[in-house]
T-cell receptor
Framework: KAGVTQTPRYLIKTRGQQVTLSCSPISGHRSVSWYQQTPGQGLQFLFEYFSETQRNKGNFPGRFSGRQFSNSRSEMNVSTLELGDSALYLC????????????????FGPGTRLTVL | GNSVTQMEGPVTLSEEAFLTINCTYTATGYPSLFWYVQYPGEGLQLLLKATKADDKGSNKGFEATYRKETTSFHLEKGSVQVSDSAVYFC?????????FGKGTKLSVIP
């Protein structure tokens, strides 16, 4: 079974631009979560989508947004990029929403490395 | 809110040495606890998990026991290998989200 895929793997943007990252979950998985990983802050939860609805959101500004399509694929958008947005953005998929401990094992993709210049 | 504290390292060990990475947590309720591993250039992989107090998770020679009384979930391995070199993350999950520790980088030298 194919794993979680993320595109692109690497991205370089300049301040003020916007960027869209894509995540394709494992087949049959309906929950997609996004995380930002930086050396200073570690892994921080951005948001979770389940069945096309945002189920939960972390403590990030409104410049960070996302959506999920009917096939469970998800996109994350960051507008008006800042230098501090440089990070590895990880996507994870699971069958059920987070919190259902019996079934919520999350499978992570390889990440998109975003560099903002 | 929930939080996870783990020793930040880096940790450098010789092959076949004993490994302990400490992890403590703060949470309301009864979270599930996890250890994830991230190999260079890759995403996170679930290493082991425990869903209730006194559960022991184990995988690939790694073990961790859910200790509710000390709110801890320390990772141990009796004999590390060079291939275990990676970053290890302790995490907890409650009804809302997965919360991670800052990660511990482990380097194992031959």
């Amino acid at each position: 079974k194919a794993g979680v895929t993320q595109t692109p793997r690497y991205l370089i943007k300049t301040r003020g631009q916007q960027v869209t990252l894509s995540c394709s979950p494992i087949s049959g998985h309906r929950s997609v979560s996004w995380y930002q990983q930086t050396p200073g802050q570690g892994l921080q939860f951005l948001f979770e989508y389940f069945s096309e609805t945002q189920r939960n959101k972390g403590n990030f500004p409104g410049r960070f947004s996302g959506r999920q399509f009917s096939n469970s694929r998800s996109e994350m958008n960051v507008s008006t990029l800042e230098l501090g947005d440089s990070a590895l953005y990880l996507c994870a998929s699971s069958r059920a929403p987070q919190g259902l401990t019996l079934y919520n094992e999350q499978f992570f993709g390889p990440g998109t490395r975003l560099t903002v210049l | 809110g929930n939080s996870v504290t783990q020793m930040e390292g880096p940790v450098t060990l010789s092959e076949e040495a004993f490994l302990t990475i400490n992890c403590t947590y703060t949470a309301t309720g009864y979270p599930s606890l996890f250890w994830y591993v991230q190999y260079p250039g890759e995403g996170l992989q679930l290493l082991l998990k425990a869903t209730k107090a006194d559960d022991k998770g184990s995988n690939k020679g790694f073990e961790a026991t859910y200790r509710k009384e000390t709110t801890s979930f320390h990772l141990e391995k009796g004999s590390v290998q060079v291939s275990d070199s990676a970053v290890y993350f302790c995490a907890l999950s409650d009804a809302d989200q997965l919360t991670f520790g800052k990660g511990t980088k482990l380097s194992v030298i031959p």
